[in-house]
């Protein structure tokens, strides 16, 4: 079973508003991933990381989306301005960059919901 | 670019019953290919990975062969139970292209009749 932990498990913002959500992923991962999961069940790959370092990014994340992983604190996905669009199930993911160095491990998600 | 490629978005079967789950891939490359299983209110969680190097993966009573000629990782059971309802979601990575992003099917909704 996976130990990735993302809270909140829910959060609801209006329109314009700051959504910021948080994932400690599994102890000694370097590499972490964050998809966005629409309602029809379609996976979008927002960014990764190696450690502090981010790996790549589509441009929709540099644009309005900031995500970090600090040392010693759990990483952060905020969107700047929540659009209703925005609502989605965000799914953070770690991995080991070893053995299994090509299997992620899930949180439950943070459900985001923009009214 | 690199897809997946999932034909039934809805299976619905009986206990006991043979499960099979179409999945076939495009891609340039050689990945890992994975099912993950995703039960209401959580994450994906691996089910099972196959690599080039051993070409079947097997767990908890699913199998599937990642078959190279016909671009195909099927899913398979012998004998579905109740506690199998969930989407299953065939998906390819690899950490040595990509970076690693992971890329998934369209998902398949199994549910198991009592």
């Known amino acids: 079973n996976s130990k990735v932990i993302q809270t909140p498990r829910y959060l609801v913002k209006g329109q314009g508003q700051k959504a910021k959500m948080r994932c400690i992923p599994e102890k000694g991962h370097p590499v972490v991933f964050w998809y966005q999961q629409n309602k029809n069940n379609e996976f979008k790959f927002l960014i990764n990381?190696?450690?502090?370092?981010?790996?790549?990014q589509i441009d929709m994340t540099e644009k309005r989306f900031s995500a970090e992983c600090p040392s010693n604190s759990p990483c952060s996905l905020e969107i700047q301005s929540s659009e209703a669009g925005d609502s989605a199930l965000y799914l953070c993911?770690?991995?080991?960059?070893?053995?299994?160095?090509?299997?992620?491990?899930f949180g439950p998600g943070t459900r985001l919901l923009v009214l | 670019g690199d897809s997946v490629t999932q034909m039934q978005g809805q299976v619905t079967l009986s206990e006991d019953d043979f499960l099979f789950i179409n999945c076939t891939y495009s891609t340039t490359w050689y990945p890992t290919l994975f099912w993950y299983v995703q039960y209401p209110g959580e994450g994906p969680q691996l089910l099972l990975k196959?690599?080039?190097?051993?070409n079947k993966g097997i767990s908890r009573g699913f199998e599937a062969t990642y078959d190279k000629g016909t671009t195909s990782f099927h899913l398979q059971k012998a004998s579905v139970q109740e506690s199998d309802s969930a989407v299953y979601y065939c998906?390819?990575?690899?950490?040595?292209?990509?970076?690693?992003?992971?890329?998934f099917g369209q998902g398949t909704k199994l549910s198991i009749k009592p």
């Open positions: 993911a770690s991995s080991d960059w070893g053995v299994n160095q090509d299997t992620q491990y």
């Open positions: 998906v390819l990575g690899d950490m040595n292209y990509n970076q690693g992003k992971l890329i």
């Open positions: 196959v690599t080039t190097a051993n």
């Open positions: 990381f190696q450690n502090q370092e981010v790996l790549q």
